[in-house]
């Protein structure tokens, strides 16, 4: 037997199988069963998500020999021929190869003869939205009066490109990308019947790169099997789509919240030097950053498509991390993302970027961010930095801290009671002078923001 694409193997044959389109498939079934055929049918949405598919099976029901049914019997020779391909009744054209007059004359003439099998005529015609506008009025004249018997099923993904003269005589049906949840359940059983396993992190990653389209998730499957034979891991998804670790974004991200400038640069060269350019590798972060956020302000609903190792990744970095950090560091990186495109040399762009971000990422909040507030003016304090404070100063004791164990929320607002109660106290004279040092402290700080 002949090798078969997933895309193809699985295709669903009866409106049941149709994945997560209900909305549609309910209403065809119940229009077949109350005898209200239309004739003529827009299916539209996103590549992928079972449009042509679900317009053969609304063909094969039409003419099924035991039909019209809204469960098609499959043996017959009709539902046999739809499936193939080769019914005398159900014609497939691709309206982006055959978007001329002349085709759509030649449908229409082909259209007054009478069926082959004495049941309807189907035309489904794909990407209808590329048909120039003289086929589009030569389509119009054979819709306002139909031929008995003839039905156009019109598929597209650009449906405003239709014209509204041919909108308004058909039945419109809006297909959906296939949620997360629903696809991951759907590859995972269909795999499972082939003897394919993917590990939970594959089978996010792969759900994820599809985009919501189903086409798409099943040839990436395809790719995969090659690739790696039938158990399939996350790491080889990894590979194959030429995605940044997760790993490797972690280390890069915690160096940064650990104000450890050496070590997220060290990474950030590691992961150039395992190829991946700048774009990919400021992309990633950025994206990881962003459900980092997510994970930070307990927005984790959002967090769906993740796999489970990227989210455990993700909470522990999130502990005790106030998200307003986070967001600094986005905000750094996503404007080097966009320098980057025009910058002659991309790489020390990003550099700039991951440096600036290690440095300033916690300074941005310095009054919401007890912990850190404290370190910085504790250093001000000790007598051997009497002169005004240097950021390098706040900086160094950070890299040497970053091993140390964060405070909890409970100590981190302590620390901050003490610093508030300190303070007000004016009358004091070294207080007096440790407010002003702090103050020198946070502005210093907050004035490099001038120069990100
Ligand atoms: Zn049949």
């Not at 993917?198 to 792969?206: K, R």
């Not at 974004?249 to 950030?268: C, K, M, P």
């Not at 320098?339 to 990422?361: F, G, W, Y």
């Not at 404290?374 to 706040?394: L, N």
């Amino acid at each position: 037997m002949s090798y078969l694409v997933f895309a193809r193997k699985w295709r669903p044959q009866s409106f049941e199988e149709v994945l997560s389109q209900d909305h549609v498939t309910i209403t065809l079934r119940n229009a077949i069963d109350m005898e209200r055929i239309g004739h003529a049918y827009l299916l539209t949405g996103p590549r992928g998500v079972g449009k042509t598919t679900t317009a053969r099976i609304f063909a094969k029901a039409l003419n099924c020999e035991k039909g019209p049914t809204s469960k098609p019997c499959q043996q017959c020779d009709s539902c046999k021929s739809i499936t193939t391909g080769n019914h005398m009744d159900v014609r497939e054209i691709d309206g982006a190869s055959n978007r001329g007059i002349d085709q759509i004359r030649d449908l229409r003439e082909r259209a007054r003869y009478a069926t082959a099998s004495g049941k309807y005529k189907i035309y489904i015609i794909d990407e209808v939205h590329m048909l120039t506008n003289e086929a589009f009025n030569a389509l119009l004249k054979i819709l306002e009066e139909p031929p008995d018997m003839v039905i156009f099923i019109f598929a597209t993904t650009q449906p405003r490109k239709v014209p509204d003269t041919i909108l308004s005589r058909c039945q419109r049906f809006d297909f959906r990308r296939i949620p997360v949840s629903d696809m991951s359940e759907y590859l995972k059983k269909e795999a499972a019947s082939e003897g394919i396993t993917l590990d939970s992190a594959a089978l996010s990653l792969v759900c994820r790169a599809s985009g919501g389209s189903l086409r798409d998730a099943l040839s990436l499957m395809d790719q995969l099997v090659s690739f790696s034979g039938n158990d399939v891991k996350g790491e080889e998804v990894t590979k194959l789509l030429g995605l940044v670790e997760t790993d490797l974004l972690y280390d890069i991200t915690s160096g940064i919240l650990a104000g450890n400038t050496s070590r997220a640069i060290d990474h950030v060269s590691g992961a150039l030097a395992k190829g991946y350019s700048v774009d990919e590798l400021l992309d990633a972060l950025i994206v990881f950053l962003r459900n980092l956020l997510l994970v930070a302000t307990g927005a984790q609903d959002s967090l769906i498509e993740v796999p489970d190792s990227e989210s455990r990744l993700l909470v522990k970095l999130s502990e005790n991390l106030p998200d307003i950090a986070v967001l600094n560091i986005l905000r750094i990186l996503s404007s080097a993302s966009i320098e980057v495109k025009r910058s002659s040399l991309p790489r020390v762009t990003l550099e700039t970027a991951v440096i600036t971000a290690s440095k300033l990422s916690r300074a941005f909040s310095i009054d919401e961010l007890p912990p850190v507030a404290d370190k910085v003016f504790e250093v001000c304090r000790q007598p051997e930095h009497g002169t005004p404070p240097q950021i390098e100063v706040a900086v160094t004791e950070s890299d040497s801290s970053e091993d140390e164990k964060k405070p909890t929320p409970e100590e981190a607002a302590e620390k901050s009671g003490i610093i508030e109660d300190n303070v007000p106290a004016e009358d004091e004279d070294d207080s007096a002078d440790d407010a002003e040092k702090e103050k020198e402290t946070s502005r210093t700080i907050l004035g490099l923001f001038d120069a990100v």
